[in-house]
Each structure stands twice: as structure tokens, then as C-alpha cells.
């Protein structure tokens, strides 16, 4: 066999993967951000014409426990796509005023790096009280595609402002939109937390609404399944839960997707698993540093 022929096979799975990245890489490195963790940013956010839900979505039950997780808590993952690796990301949790700060990046690595270069930052801010989204940030970098986002949540008046700058082209590009509200509601990370808050028992049913700028979906979680897992953080009992996010204005894509969660007090996020039409996704708790 020539050196062409014997280099075919390597081009072939180079191909492979740089069309899955092209295809599905926003997604999953936004199902992460879906996670309601890694899978970074929501690409697949819907447009601001698609239709309402058929049921009205209800306004955010705040849990009824003060908050078990520490200010100045980090957590840091890393993620693969069929066995690539395919970023590093980080959670924190800070305070600003009376509100929560989440802060959330998330950077492409390897070969991935290389074909598709992300490099997201993401900050959230709630209420700690009641868990109702103040605002978010966003600076996002995925392949070609750059944009500044910001969402601000009026509770009172039951809406939210978009406004974005996409800054993909030779000249800026500017979107301002409004969407109604039930009220309360979630963005992505703030689910997350929100989540870990609640008391998280197998089999029972916990429903929330999450909006990203567009229209409000009511996410079902359901922890069908407990399991010990390990990752590079350490050995955890965990329970599995499954949002269901996809086929929604949040996700439009079949699929599905799995957390799980330290099955103690913190509820830590030890490991997620997307499963989309490209293949699956796998981040992992690769440390968690408590505040000092």
C-alpha cells in the first residue's frame, strides 16, 4: 500500500469528525448548557415565532430549603465526543448584591479545537430567594459564529428583553425582542442550581419553567435510577435523572439526556450524557473545590 492509501483511512475519520462537530458541536456543547451542563451553549434555542406551548406554563416554585450550596463553590468537567475530547468547562457560584451569580465557561480542546473552536462565557444571576432569574450574559464563539447576548427578566410585568449583537460578519448585526412570561422563571443554569436544591427522590416527577430568550418550556425531570459512578473527582452514589428538554423550544432536536447527581446534601452534578442523532456526549466532574 502507497502513503496515500495508507493515510486515506486517517482522512476519512478526520472528515467524520469534522462534519459531526459542524452538525452537532453547538448543540452539545450547549446540551452541557442545557444540563443543564456540559454541552455548552444553545444553538438551538427556538425563533421567536414558534408557536406557544398547548398547556400554560406555570411560574417557578421556589424549594423550600434554604440553599445547601456554598458561595464560592467550583466545578469543573471535562467532556468527549465519541472518545475525542472535546472541551473543558467551568461552573461558580459568587454573589453579587442580594443575588446569585452563576459564571460558566466552556473551551473547545485537541482535534476539536482545531476544526470547531468554542470558547463560551456565561454569566446568570437569580434571586436567591425565590430562584427567579434576574439576567444573563453571554459571550459566545462557536466555529464562526460570535455573539453577545443579553436577557433580562421582568418579573413584575411578566417579560423578558432580548437583546443580541452578532458579530460573525464584517459588519455587526443587532436583534431586540420581547417575549411574555409566566412570572418566575429559570434559564439553564439556574435550573441546574435550582435542581440541586430540591429533595430529588427515585421516581418522583419535578416540573419547572425555563426560558432562554424565547418561548417558556415546562421541563420535566424524572430520577428513574440510583448508581455509584466514578469520575476523576472521586466515587459518588448518585441518582440519574432525565430532563426532558428536547423536542422543546429549548432543544428543537430529538434526544435525550441524563444527570447525575451526588446522591447527598450538595447534589453535585458528577456526570452528564446526551444522546442526539450525531452520537453521544459525555462530561464528567473532573474536580469540585469548596470555598475557603
Known amino acids: 500500500m502507497n502513503q496515500a492509501g495508507a493515510l486515506q483511512p486517517r482522512r476519512d475519520r478526520l472528515l467524520i469528525l469534522e462534519h459531526g462537530l459542524k452538525r452537532g458541536l453547538p ?10 451542563l456540559l454541552l455548552f451553549r444553545a444553538t438551538a434555542l427556538a425563533p421567536a415565532n414558534d408557536p406557544q ?7 417557578v416554585i421556589a424549594p423550600q430549603a434554604r440553599s445547601r450550596i456554598p458561595v464560592g463553590e467550583q466545578l469543573y468537567y471535562s467532556a468527549t465526543w465519541r472518545l475525542w ?15 446569585r451569580e452563576i459564571t460558566f465557561s466552556a473551551v473547545s480542546t485537541g482535534v ?3 476544526l470547531f473552536p468554542v470558547r463560551d462565557q456565561i454569566e ?8 427567579c432569574t434576574r439576567s444573563v450574559r453571554k459571550n459566545t464563539l462557536e466555529g464562526r459564529r460570535k455573539l453577545r447576548t443579553r436577557i433580562v427578566y421582568h418579573l413584575l410585568r411578566h417579560k423578558l428583553t432580548l437583546q443580541e449583537t452578532n458579530l460573525s460578519g464584517p459588519r455587526p448585526r443587532y436583534k431586540h425582542s420581547q ?46 435510577l440510583k448508581e455509584t459512578v466514578i469520575t476523576p473527582a472521586g466515587t459518588f452514589h448518585t441518582l440519574r435523572a432525565e430532563p426532558h428538554i428536547f423536542n422543546t423550544a429549548v432543544f428543537h432536536r430529538p434526544g435525550r439526556m441524563w444527570i447525575w447527581f451526588s446522591d447527598d446534601r450538595l447534589h453535585l452534578p ?8 450525531w452520537g453521544t456526549i459525555i462530561a464528567h466532574l473532573t474536580r469540585y473545590e469548596e470555598p475557603h
Request: proline residues 7%.
Open 27 to 36: 448543540y452539545l456543547l450547549a446540551a452541557f448548557s442545557a444540563a443543564l
Open 53 to 59: 406551548p398547548s398547556a400554560p406554563v406555570k411560574a
Open 85 to 99: 475530547p472535546a472541551g473543558n468547562a467551568m461552573l461558580t457560584l459568587g454573589r453579587r448584591g442580594v443575588d
Open 112 to 114: 476539536v479545537s482545531v
Open 124 to 131: 446568570s444571576f437569580y434571586d436567591q430567594n425565590n430562584f
Open 179 to 224: 417575549q411574555a412570561i409566566p412570572g418566575c422563571v429559570l434559564d439553564l443554569f439556574t435550573a441546574l442550581y435550582y435542581v440541586r436544591q430540591l429533595p430529588l427522590k427515585l421516581n418522583e416527577v419535578y416540573n419547572f419553567p425555563v426560558n432562554e430568550g424565547g418561548k417558556t418550556v415546562e421541563v420535566r425531570l424524572i430520577p428513574d
Open 270 to 277: 458528577v456526570m452528564v450524557k446526551a444522546q442526539v442523532s
